[in-house]
């Protein structure tokens, strides 16, 4: 059985930092490629970041892009999201979700993702 648990959400001030993690558990961790996700009220769930099973590439919402930074620990089972300069229109749950297959490369396509956590709540204040 496959288990995500995320961690490290919390309430910041626009400017600040956060660092998100997720440890995984019932499956090959170092197989399958990882990703970050979100989700704000009223609004649909949207990709963040993406990182590959072996951590070589990555990819990321253009809305993110030179603030956010995902990485992975394979001895760990666990990934990161590193959040720099945040935004109120950060403000949402945040996801850690694993793929279905063991494909190379990265997606930010949802349906790819087959697992996910129970999500931890980012609130940044103006």
């Known amino acids: 059985q496959v288990q995500l648990v995320e961690s490290g959400g919390g309430v910041v001030q626009a400017g600040g930092s956060l660092r998100l993690s997720c440890v995984a558990s019932g499956r090959t961790f170092s197989v399958y490629g990882m990703g970050w996700f979100r989700q704000a009220p009223g609004k649909e769930r949207e990709f963040v970041a993406a990182i590959s099973k072996s951590g070589d590439s990555n990819d990321y919402a253009d809305s993110v892009k030179g603030r956010f930074t995902i990485s992975r620990d394979n001895a760990k089972n666990m990934v990161y999201l590193q959040m720099n300069n945040l935004k109120p229109e950060d403000t949402a749950v945040y996801y850690c979700?694993?793929?279905?297959?063991?494909?190379?490369?990265?997606?930010?396509?949802?349906?790819?993702?087959?697992?996910w956590g129970q999500g931890t709540q980012v609130t940044v204040s103006s």
């Open positions: 979700a694993m793929r279905r297959n063991s494909y190379s490369g990265t997606t930010g396509i949802t349906a790819n993702y087959g697992y």
